[in-house]
């Protein structure tokens, strides 16, 4: 087994991570996702100062450097001649760019830290139509076991689902298929009224969605 060193948050101290081999597709989509998930996160964690939501930039920025050292290692192997490697040079670019995007929405988070506070933060958030709330669902809650679909959350509360935490897997971008389970963290976006909702349903304040 390969292993690497990533820094872990707010420590001098190092992880070793075992180097797991995957195909370099399944690397870049999930790469993607990190991307287009990170940037949201990091906005919303400033613009509510909420720490929660700048917990989760922070494990996804060091999710991504794992992707992005695990994609190198594949595409080293994968190269046998000088075109295998001029062909895998865009796809590191790529990978790059990617890494580069998490490593600013981390610099974002961090001026939580500074306490820096604008009188425009306020505004934004009062005139914003949708905010970005985690939520963990307890084990009381009567929605674990369902799927998205059968607890009707877009319809009802009208907030869509952008990721879930199970564990230390990401589901991103779940279908309507995807069962919710006991423990689950849910990154979401919508209405104030309609995230309150829904966290009296995970939290088990109440069975089901009006």
Known sequence: M????????????????????????ELLKE?????????????????????DI????KYLEVRMDKLNYEIRISAMLAS?????????AGILQIAQASDTISNAAGDIVKLLSYKITHPILPHL??????????????????????TI?????????????LAIRRNKRWI???????????GDTLVCIGPDEGIRELTKLLKGDIGVLE
């Not at 790469?31 to 720490?51: G, P, R």
């Not at 958030?125 to 369902?146: F, L």
Request: glycine content about 4%; hydrophobic content about 40%.
């Open 80 to 88: 046998r001649t000088v075109e295998d490697a001029e062909k895998m």
């Open 125 to 146: 958030i009062k005139e914003s139509d949708e905010i970005i709330r985690k939520i963990t669902m307890d084990r009381a809650s009567s929605a674990a076991g369902k």
């Open 172 to 182: 991103y971008g779940p279908k309507g298929n995807v069962r919710l389970a006991k």
């Open 54 to 57: 700048a917990e989760e930039v």
């Open 31 to 51: 790469m993607k996702n990190i991307s287009e998930l990170i940037v949201d996160l990091a906005y919303s964690a400033i613009l509510f100062n909420n720490t």
């Open 149 to 161: 679909s059968e607890l009707k959350i877009a319809s009802k509360t009208g907030v869509r689902i």
């Open 2 to 25: 390969q292993y690497m060193k990533i820094p872990r948050w707010k420590r001098a101290e190092f992880e070793e991570i075992e180097y797991e081999p995957k195909s370099i597709r």
